[in-house]
């Protein structure tokens, strides 16, 4: 095995101050009220409002209750993966020596031991920590839709039905915002997993994460597809 990096050098401080930096900042800049308004998510929005609209209308309505049933199985799906990825990277911790060697193996890679092995791993930590949190508040979001939605009236009663529907769709959107979150968690997650090989590989992880995530939620073919 090749010599031992020192614990913690300068370009791991840059690197890591950029990772936040850009997550931070791309976060805060992609849900900012002016810019969100030309995502992928603001679109779909439209969408939800149209289908409650729609669900106000019929009266047998099994066909949302459906829809919802499947939207709830696809976040428990993210949210039980993530509890593993917790597990795996808690064990990790237990196997520094042997895993080390696999990522010393790596062309271009910084060996890592010590302190700056639980750096990384807990920065992993942390970040699916945040995803779980996000995941299990869309699903309960998307719970409460299935409430809110069995207790709409029928249509014919004297109620005002735009506002049933507005909030109907606000509930729906707000949980599709979170579990985008949970999957932007896993984006980064992909990426901080770079720094195991090297501080520039993970500053240039980083910055093709941003770039993926940006042009999926503001310039991809779905979204134009959706828009028109």
């Given at each position: 095995?090749?010599?031992?990096?020192?614990?913690?050098?300068?370009?791991?401080?840059i690197?890591?101050?950029?990772?936040?930096?850009?997550?931070?900042?791309y976060?805060?800049?992609s849900?900012h009220?002016?810019?969100?308004?030309?995502?992928?998510?603001?679109?779909?929005n439209r969408?939800r409002?149209?289908?409650?609209?729609?669900m106000?209308?019929?009266?047998?309505?099994?066909?949302d209750a459906t829809?919802v049933?499947n939207?709830?199985?696809?976040?428990?799906?993210?949210?039980?993966?993530?509890?593993?990825?917790?597990?795996?990277?808690?064990g990790?911790?237990?196997y520094?020596?042997?895993?080390?060697?696999i990522?010393?193996?790596?062309?271009?890679s910084?060996?890592?031991?010590?302190?700056?092995?639980?750096?990384?791993?807990f920065?992993?930590?942390f970040?699916?920590i945040?995803?779980f949190?996000?995941?299990?508040?869309?699903?309960?979001?998307?719970?409460?839709?299935?409430?809110?939605?069995?207790?709409?009236?029928?249509?014919?009663?004297?109620?005002?039905?735009?506002?049933?529907?507005q909030?109907g769709a606000?509930?729906?959107?707000?949980?599709?915002?979170?579990?985008n979150h949970?999957l932007?968690s896993?984006?980064?997650?992909?990426?901080?997993l770079a720094?195991f090989?090297h501080?520039?590989?993970?500053?240039?992880?980083?910055g093709w994460?941003?770039?993926i995530t940006h042009?999926?939620?503001f310039?991809?073919g779905?979204?134009?597809n959706?828009?028109?």
């Amino acid at each position: 095995m090749s010599t031992v990096a020192s614990p913690f050098q300068w370009d791991d401080g840059i690197a890591l101050g950029f990772f936040l930096l850009s997550w931070i900042a791309y976060a805060g800049l992609s849900d900012h009220p002016r810019r969100q308004q030309d995502s992928l998510l603001a679109v779909t929005n439209r969408y939800r409002l149209k289908w409650m609209q729609e669900m106000l209308k019929r009266d047998n309505r099994m066909m949302d209750a459906t829809m919802v049933g499947n939207l709830l199985r696809s976040i428990t799906f993210f949210a039980n993966t993530t509890i593993f990825i917790l597990l795996g990277l808690m064990g990790m911790l237990g196997y520094q020596d042997r895993l080390a060697n696999i990522f010393a193996a790596i062309p271009f890679s910084r060996p890592t031991e010590g302190f700056m092995w639980e750096v990384k791993i807990f920065l992993l930590i942390f970040i699916f920590i945040h995803a779980f949190f996000k995941y299990t508040w869309s699903l309960r979001q998307y719970n409460y839709a299935c409430i809110y939605i069995a207790s709409c009236p029928q249509r014919g009663e004297s109620v005002d039905y735009d506002s049933i529907a507005q909030r109907g769709a606000w509930l729906v959107g707000n949980a599709a915002k979170h579990f985008n979150h949970g999957l932007r968690s896993y984006y980064f997650g992909l990426g901080a997993l770079a720094w195991f090989i090297h501080p520039m590989i993970f500053i240039a992880a980083t910055g093709w994460v941003v770039f993926i995530t940006h042009r999926r939620e503001f310039r991809s073919g779905t979204l134009k597809n959706l828009a028109e």
